[in-house]
């Protein structure tokens, strides 16, 4: 069964530093979505893509947080500077149609990010 | 703002008792709704979703009712078993929206053996 894939699983940084995350959606879903998991809480999103193009990232603190999709397959999402509230699990999702059809998301197993 | 909420942050059921996790949601607008399972250190799963226009739907040992009149949803899960172990998300999306899941807090579901 096709996955979405993220790496790395676990990651520790100190504060100040850059960190990265890399996502590999399935197999021909367009729709790729970034999300972040605080400890207890249900994941909210970060940023949406529609193949290459950004359609949602209002929630997405741009001042430090970077986004990119740019041959419409997988994605980074960069962090610089990492501060100390950004430790939690970040979350890639895909689905095969954002704007009609199913809107059913499939996740990977995220990464858990600590901040020093 | 608006949220997607849960009634119990947790829910304890015996092995083999029938389970029901509830979800508040307060967008009226919404048209889809889903329900997600996740593990301790994994992405959520998808488990069963339904759209505004119904009211149930099945899946295997699992049903989710949608009662629009109070804006509430539910999952069961009949003959609970161990491996449903695992915090529950229901979420939500609003009509026209380009597919973003608004998502609750979660409930965790602790099944005794």
């Known amino acids: 069964e096709a996955e979405v894939a993220q790496s790395p699983r676990y990651k520790i940084t100190e504060k100040s530093q850059a960190v990265a995350f890399w996502c590999d959606p399935i197999?021909?879903?367009?729709?790729l979505y970034w999300y972040r998991q605080i400890l207890g809480q249900g994941p909210e999103l970060l940023v949406q893509?529609?193949?290459?193009?950004?359609?949602?990232d209002s929630q997405l603190p741009k001042d430090r947080f970077s986004a990119e999709r740019l041959k419409g397959v997988d994605s980074t999402l960069k962090i610089q500077p990492a501060e100390l509230g950004d430790s939690a699990m970040y979350l890639c999702?895909?689905?095969?149609?954002?704007?009609?059809?199913?809107?059913?998301?499939?996740f990977g197993p995220g990464t858990r990010l600590t901040v020093t | 703002g608006e949220s997607v909420g849960l009634h119990l942050p947790t829910l304890s059921v015996q092995e083999g008792d029938n389970s029901i996790i509830n979800c508040a949601y307060s967008?009226?607008?919404?048209?889809?709704f889903i329900w997600y399972k996740q593990e301790s250190g994994k992405g959520p799963q998808f488990i069963i979703d339904?759209?505004?226009?119904?009211d149930k739907r099945q899946g295997q040992r699992v049903t989710v009712l949608l009662n629009k009149t109070v804006k509430h949803l539910s999952l069961q899960i009949a003959a609970t078993q161990p491996g449903d172990s695992a915090v529950y998300f229901c979420?939500?999306?609003?009509?026209?929206?380009?597919?973003?899941?608004?998502f609750g807090q979660g409930t965790t579901l602790q099944v005794k053996p």
């Open positions: 979420a939500e999306r609003k009509a026209g929206n380009t597919g973003k899941l608004i």
């Open positions: 967008n009226s607008a919404s048209d889809y």
């Open positions: 339904i759209r505004s226009n119904m």
């Open positions: 999702a895909s689905s095969f149609a954002g704007t009609s059809g199913s809107y059913e998301q499939y």
């Open positions: 893509f529609q193949d290459e193009s950004v359609v949602d």
């Open positions: 197999s021909g879903h367009a729709t």
